[in-house]
Structures are given as C-alpha cells and as structure tokens.
C-alpha cells in the first residue's frame, strides 16, 4: 500500500491558485517528500521535492508543517496546460532499499 | 538533462510470445525501475534494480522477469504475454540518496491480442 493519500481529483479555474495536500503520517525521519505531474500518455516529470518548511521553485511552491506528517503543493495561477495527474511519493524502505511506490495521485482539472 | 528511453512507443504482441521491453539511461544512475500504469489503477511498481544484476520485486512481479546486465539497461520480460498484461508500462532511474528523484521515460504502450 502507498504511504501517501491525496485527494482523488480536484476542479480548478484560470488565474486561480490551486492547493493539494497529501497525507503521509508514517513518513521516516529520512524521507523527503516529492511531487511528480503527469500528462496523458507521457511519463510522470519531477515537479518539487522537499524535507521541511517551505521550498519554492519555478513552477510550484511546497509547504511542510513541522510534524512532515502532510504537504501541500501550491500552484500558483493555473492554466488549461496544468490540467494533469499530480502525485506525491514519500520512500518507502524496503530490504534496505527506498523502494518508490505511486499512490493514485490527484487529477486535476483546470477550466476556462 | 537526464534521459531515458524506451525501446518502442507501441508493440503489439499476441498471447504466448515472449516480450522484451527495454529501457536505456544515459546518467550513469544506480536504481532502475519498471512500473505499469493501467487507468483507475494508477502507476504500480512490477521491479526494480539497485546494481547491475540486482533485481529486487515490486508490487505486482507475477508474470515478469528483468534483467540488468549493464547500469544503464534495465529490461523487463514477459515470458508468455496474455491480455490482462496489455498496459502502458513505464521506465525510471534514478541516483542514490535520500533525496532520490525518478527520471521516466515516454512509456511503451503494449497491447496483447
């Protein structure tokens, strides 16, 4: 089973800001935590990864709390081209190796 | 930028063959996995590999093999395709760290009649 619960799609408009939260309350001390955005019929890409607090790059910003025990990804005034699936991983050790399972993501659409 | 690539973009296969999917990666990284995405089911991990001849199950292994002879090729084996093995399936690497990022490739989407 995934570590991690998202919801599982979220509707949008242009313009809007738009904030998904992902679960993860059994995260290790080690895990960081990564968001992925995956297009139809293309493979997921790397969106933002963060440890703690608040990290903020082109594309994306990513809150979290002190605890780690959620994230939120923030996307700042959305367009049609970011309708797609957005998945949050965590590791998830096994045998000793960070063994890196996909929950059912969270699809979102955006609207005119 | 890191790439990997896979072998083909479309296969059809019919039941009983033996299939190859390959996967190329060109960042000398450590991990490779195979995943299949199926709709409503999402991404599920089928292998993975830390090393070169290492090979470790994912989720859902029955009915597939790998094989990692070299660090940047990871393939994966149907050794007898059926239909409900009619998938996109999706290559990654990645490097070592606790910080690890997934690298995938365009997906083969592979049909068995």
């Known amino acids: 089973l995934a570590k991690t619960t998202q919801p599982i799609s979220m509707d949008s408009y242009e313009g809007q800001e738009v904030n998904i939260t992902c679960s993860h309350n059994?995260?290790?001390?080690?895990?960081?935590i990564t968001w992925y955005q995956q297009f139809p019929s293309q493979g997921p890409r790397f969106i933002i990864q963060g440890y703690k607090t608040k990290v903020t790059n082109e594309v994306a910003s990513l809150f979290i709390p002190a605890d780690r025990k959620s994230s939120t990804l923030s996307l700042p005034r959305v367009s049609l081209s970011d309708t797609a699936v957005y998945y949050c991983?965590?590791?998830?050790?096994?045998?000793?190796?960070?063994?890196?399972?996909f929950g059912a993501g969270t699809r979102l659409a955006v609207h005119p | 930028d890191v790439k990997v690539t896979q072998s083909s973009r479309y296969l059809v296969k019919r039941t009983g063959e033996k299939v190859f999917l390959e996967c190329v990666q060109d960042?000398?990284?450590?991990?490779m996995f195979w995943y299949r995405q199926d709709p409503g089911l999402g991404l599920r991990l089928i292998y993975f590999?830390?090393?070169?001849?290492?090979?470790e199950k994912g989720d859902i292994p029955e009915g597939y093999s790998v094989s990692r002879e070299k660090k940047e090729r990871f393939s994966l084996i149907l050794e007898s395709a059926s239909t409900n093995q009619t998938s996109m399936y999706l290559c990654?690497?990645?490097?070592?760290?606790?910080?690890?990022?997934?690298?995938f490739g365009s997906g083969t989407q592979l049909s068995v009649l």
């Open positions: 990654a690497s990645s490097y070592t760290g606790p910080d690890e990022k997934l690298f």
């Open positions: 590999s830390y090393d070169v001849k290492m090979k």
């Open positions: 991983l965590v590791g998830e050790t096994s045998g000793g190796y960070n063994k890196l399972i």
């Open positions: 059994n995260i290790a001390t080690n895990d960081y």
């Open positions: 960042m000398d990284h450590e991990n």
